[in-house]
């Protein structure tokens, strides 16, 4: 079902599974999954309807989190961010045999009321018949952000001039996407939830959910980072993954 990008040899440490956020690949994760491959293998993946894996209309996080249970062979260290975070921990309450260590990165298992139709209306306003260039599509996105306009543009594919994601399936699915479902069962395992210090997507008033679910949950956070910590302090945020797997 899924795209995987490998880094690295197995050794005697598990492998890591990195499960990217919406709008986004694996591929977004390839500096830190290549530093991070020099204690272990890392397998990021294309989640569904991103990416090279395959389309579907349903995307919700118990088919995520199935999604990435069948790519675990084993027991596996398992980091997602965002959407990807979200279908990481309802991977570890569906399928707690195959995760060994969750990281969860600027997310909370909880529903959230900003919605991102507004970001797939910009990507289908790009006219990609006259795109021969990203930079061709950049004046097309309108006034925002150029770090989100470059986000995006790593999911166009210029030679087929069509975006690799399911931009249908992705808006009609956005109630499930920015929720999180109504679960029962605990994951026991050491759990390690990191924010970025100005982000607002993990409140204190998350922690006592956060904690029914995963009681062995530890918190941290980055200074000067918002939602896309791992984007904004690499460095920092591989020295804070590495220390969690490695304790």
């Known amino acids: 079902m899924l795209n995987t990008i490998l880094h690295g040899e ?3 440490n598990p492998d890591l599974l990195i499960a990217h956020g919406l709008f986004g690949s694996g591929r977004n994760w390839g500096v830190i999954a290549k530093r991070l491959s020099d204690e272990r293998r890392v397998v990021a993946v294309d989640m569904r309807n991103h990416g090279s894996s395959e389309w579907s209309d349903v995307h919700d996080y118990p088919h995520l989190a199935d999604d990435l249970a069948e790519v675990i062979d084993g027991q596996w260290d398992v980091l997602g961010h965002s959407m990807g975070g ?12 195959k995760v060994r260590k969750l990281i969860v990165a600027d997310i909370a298992p909880v529903g959230y009321a900003h919605t991102q139709s507004d970001n797939i209306e910009r990507m289908r306003g790009v006219d990609l018949s006259t795109v021969d260039q990203r930079s061709d599509a950049v004046a097309q996105f309108g006034d925002i952000d150029d770090g989100l306009k470059a986000f995006f543009l790593q999911s166009l594919d210029l030679k087929e001039k069509r975006w690799k994601l399911n931009l249908d399936a992705l808006e009609a699915n956005m109630d499930a ?3 999180f479902p109504e679960v029962s069962g605990r994951f026991e395992g050491p759990a390690f939830f990191l924010s970025g ?3 607002t997507y993990v409140l204190p008033e998350y922690r006592a959910r956060i904690k029914e679910l995963f009681p062995n949950a530890v918190f941290a956070k980055i200074p000067g980072t918002g939602h896309w910590l791992h984007a904004e302090k690499p ?4 020295a804070a993954v590495r220390s969690f797997l490695n304790a």
Do not use: D, Q, V, Y
């Open 10 to 12: 197995k050794t005697g």
């Open 86 to 97: 979200k279908a990481s921990m309802m991977l570890a309450l569906k399928h707690p045999e």
């Open 177 to 179: 996407i920015i929720g």
């Open 197 to 199: 210090a100005e982000s």
């Open 235 to 238: 460095r920092e945020f591989e």
